[in-house]
């Protein structure tokens, strides 16, 4: 019995602890805390059930209704989730993970910090997992939180696990294609929301830090470039637009276009200080990865980053990559590196032309020309790979000009000569200061092609047209060629510099556009006119020249002779090309292939004027000449030719005078009595005409004010200098023909010419006086007509120069003037030998015949 009543008495015990345990529960279950027990409820039996909807709906309106415990709502999902992580059950994780968006969604801002905590903690939680699942799931609701606004953001929140994170999944290398593109689209968009979160206040954690910059910017642009594997790079990397949308259909879906959206916002907001932050790790991705060649992906992405900056940094963008391009190791694959950024530099640096002003104009071009002069000393050291490197820069040169104003341009310009090296001759200067030279002057050229001359004044400021005719003088001469390729860029205004490439004496043909000439341009040119054509003249004596160089000051001739049209012109134009024949007949240092390329030179600039301002007289001598030339000497006719060696001692030049340029008959093609007589002109009556030995050189009017004070300014000589043409200088062992000449064919030159400046001192009396009221006696009458025949004769013949030699006034007009008030204020009025009287015939004996006629 006693066994018995043992064993019904421990049954009783198990039956009453059950029923015991079962009440425990119960009641424990009804005292555990509210927001548990909702937070229980929204879990199902199944997860393939999913969210229990009623019941979330319950549990937000208890969060909303009691905000203080969301702290502990979102800690208790957090146990609840990490707990399902580690049994693998996936589907209540999921289910956790929506309930935490929701309540994010539906969390006020006011009370959000109080959630976020818990929130973090998940998603970390689960992109700490190996399922792809998870870790997709997680960026999203990472992304959601991203795009909240909050009021009060919290200062102690730090993302440096979720910007490695991400980072690394931009680097996935998952087996499964589709998988990995996912991963890493994930990866994108949790770097996006970052991004987002972080740079919007300056009092959070600082994204902009090397630490992070590093990690991003790499991982952005790895996705970017995957598709350089396929060498599909005509296909993708085309010119970035600006405003390209991030929406556009299957952006989200790829993950090259979205790492663009993302590399487009990171620039786009970043501030002047954080520029450096985000460039820097660019270009250390592309040193590390040798990216540069071929360096399309590069221009691809500086475009993208040009395109996405604020327009007033752009200009950072291009300084750090000019600070980059010679960086890296050294070696032949350093100079193809080098070649390949400042071709990237090239393609981006219009873009901030734009908006480039002030000194950072000048800095840009600088910095080029730094990078040329040390680029000439690095192929002096012959590394052939250097011209790559030199051309790319160039051109970076001429599409940053291509986008400036035009003024700004001019200053490029005259910056660029200021930089090239003075008083070089040749056989006195190294090697490596002719290749920059030459350099130099391509640059020159290549921002004055995108230069749009209006008027001459303008284009050529007295200091760099000074520069530029101070430079004709270079001893390379594939060097003078580019100087006259930069003055054919800039004077040519109506695209006629290709018909004028070559000489030709059958204008007819070439179709010139020619316009009439503007009155500003006609005031520059009698202001340096003479400067000009005595460079171009100079130019065409050297014993170096080629072919290539008399077609370039042809051609350089032949454009100033068409955008100058006007009867104003021609008289220097005909004294140039007398002087150019003449040089060609007695230049003892050039050759014959070089004196009949200037006979043919002389010949086609001759005919041109003819052509351009309609003149049937000059056109018909031109003719006349040109057929006779064809049947006796047509080596003295364009085209020009290499070599001129089988010409007969009777073919040559100087044995076939009759078909020279004669200068009488120029003079009455021109209906004039002398070219002189030409650019004379109508007289006017002025103090210059009024005062007594003061020849007038230059007339000016109310409108040339401009130019004198210009003129004052630059030159620091008001006064218009004639000079010299045909004359050759001892110093450069040239033949003094113009002296010699004159000495021996006019004894009597001299004589003449002294006596347009003699006086006399006979008084002014009654019979005087009637002599002047009758006129002049048939003697009288006869010796004037002697007299300005001789002078007549005497400038038809004898050399300007020479000439203008002789009538320089021999005082100043100021002084002048001063002795005439004097002998006024001392002399009386009516005397025999009263000033009037002597200012009257001083006048008439100062001028010479040849301006009275």
């Known amino acids: 019995m006693l066994p018995m009543r043992k064993v019904a008495h421990r049954a009783c015990f198990i039956v009453s602890r059950t029923v015991y345990m079962t009440c425990c529960c119960g009641c424990c279950s009804a005292l555990r805390p509210r927001y548990k027990r909702l937070v229980d409820n929204i879990f199902p039996a199944s997860p393939q059930d999913g969210l229990v909807k009623s019941n979330m709906e319950k549990l937000t309106f208890y969060s909303l209704s009691s905000p203080e415990k969301l702290d502990r709502i979102g800690e208790y999902l957090f146990q609840k989730a990490s707990r399902d992580i580690y049994r693998r059950r996936h589907g209540f994780v999921i289910i956790a993970m929506e309930a935490m968006d929701q309540l994010l969604l539906a969390c006020h801002s006011q009370t959000l910090n109080l959630f976020v905590e818990s929130f973090l903690k998940m998603v970390q939680k689960l992109l700490e997992s190996t399922d792809p699942q998870l870790q997709i799931l997680a960026t999203q609701s990472f992304v959601r939180f991203a795009n909240i606004e909050e009021d009060t953001p919290s200062y102690h929140r730090r993302y440096d696990f979720f910007v490695s994170k991400f980072s690394a999944m931009c680097h996935s290398n998952h087996g499964d294609k589709p998988t990995r593109d996912k991963i890493r689209l994930a990866g994108i968009q949790g770097l996006q929301g970052v991004i987002r979160k972080t740079v919007s206040d300056d009092l959070v954690e600082n994204i902009w830090e090397a630490q992070h910059m590093d990690k991003i910017v790499p991982s952005l642009l790895y996705n970017m470039q995957s598709v350089r594997v396929s060498r599909q790079v005509a296909e993708k990397y085309e010119t970035v637009s600006c405003m390209e949308s991030e929406g556009r259909d299957g952006a989200e879906e790829d993950p090259t276009r979205l790492a663009e959206a993302c590399l487009r916002e990171l620039v786009g907001r970043a501030s002047f200080g954080h520029i450096r932050s985000v460039l820097r790790p660019v270009l250390t991705h592309f040193d590390r990865h040798e990216l540069w060649v071929p360096n399309d992906f590069a221009v691809h992405t500086f475009k993208i980053i040009m395109f996405s900056i604020q327009a007033q940094y752009s200009y950072s963008v291009v300084e750090a990559l000019m600070q980059h391009l010679d960086a890296g190791p050294g070696g032949g694959a350093r100079t193809l590196v080098r070649a390949a950024r400042a071709s990237v530099l090239s393609n981006i640096v219009a873009i901030a032309a734009a908006d480039s002003v002030g000194p950072s104009v000048l800095e840009i071009i600088n910095n080029l020309l730094t990078n040329l002069r040390a680029s000439v000393a690095r192929d002096s050291e012959k590394e052939s790979e250097e011209k790559l490197y030199q051309d790319a820069l160039i051109n970076a040169l001429g599409e940053f000009a291509d986008h400036l104003p035009d003024f700004q341009k001019i200053d490029i310009m005259m910056f660029i000569v200021s930089k090239i090296p003075s008083g070089q001759r040749a056989g006195k200067t190294a090697k490596p200061d002719l290749m920059l030279h030459s350099i130099l002057l391509k640059s020159l050229l290549k921002v004055g092609t995108t230069y749009k001359t209006t008027e001459l004044s303008k284009a050529f400021p ?160 031109v003719s006349k000449i040109v057929e006779a030339r064809r049947e006796e000497a047509p080596h003295l006719l364009p085209p020009l030719l290499e070599d001129y060696d089988n010409l007969s001692p009777s073919k040559m030049p100087s044995k076939m005078p009759y078909l020279m340029i004669d200068q009488l008959a120029l003079c009455a093609a021109q209906g004039r009595d002398s070219l002189a007589d030409i650019a004379a002109g109508p007289s006017e009556l002025d103090s210059a005409n009024s005062s007594p030995g003061v020849t007038r050189y230059v007339q000016c009017d109310a409108l040339d004010e401009e130019y004198r004070s210009f003129v004052e300014k630059y030159n620091r000589n008001p006064r218009t200098v004639m000079l010299k043409f045909g004359v050759y200088r001892t110093d450069n062992e040239f033949w003094n023909w113009g002296q010699d000449m004159t000495t021996n064919l006019y004894p009597n030159l001299n004589k003449d010419i002294s006596q347009l400046h003699t006086t006399q001192s006979d008084s002014v009396s009654l019979e005087a006086l009637r002599r002047a009221a009758n006129g002049p006696s048939e003697a009288e009458k006869r010796e004037a007509e002697r007299k300005k025949a001789s002078l007549n004769n005497t400038f038809r013949t004898a050399p300007f120069d020479y000439l203008l030699h002789l009538t320089q006034p021999k005082y100043e007009i100021q002084d002048k003037l001063q002795e005439i008030f004097s002998s006024l204020s001392q002399e009386p009025l009516l005397a025999g030998g009263s000033p009037s009287a002597k200012l009257r015939r001083d006048h008439h004996h100062a001028l010479p015949d040849l301006f009275l006629c």
């Open 462 to 621: 007295a200091a760099f047209l000074e520069a530029l005719l101070r430079l004709s003088s270079a001893g390379e001469p594939c060097t003078r060629a580019l100087l006259q390729r930069i003055l054919h860029t800039l004077l040519d205004r109506r695209g006629n510099a290709a018909l004028l490439a070559v000489p030709t004496v059958d204008y007819a043909e070439l179709g010139l556009t020619v316009e009439k000439c503007s009155r500003p341009d006609l005031i520059f040119i009698s202001k340096h006119g003479y400067a000009i054509f005595s460079s171009l003249y100079d130019g065409l004596q050297l014993e170096s020249n080629t072919v290539e160089n008399v077609e370039a000051i042809y051609t350089t001739l032949s454009l100033l002779c068409v955008e100058l049209a006007a009867e104003e012109t021609v008289p220097d134009m005909l004294q140039l090309i007398l002087a150019i024949q003449q040089s060609a007949l007695n230049n003892p240092v050039l050759s014959t292939a070089q004196q009949c390329r200037l006979h043919a030179v002389a010949l086609s600039l001759c005919a041109l004027p003819a052509h351009v301002l309609v003149l049937p007289a000059l056109k018909d001598y």
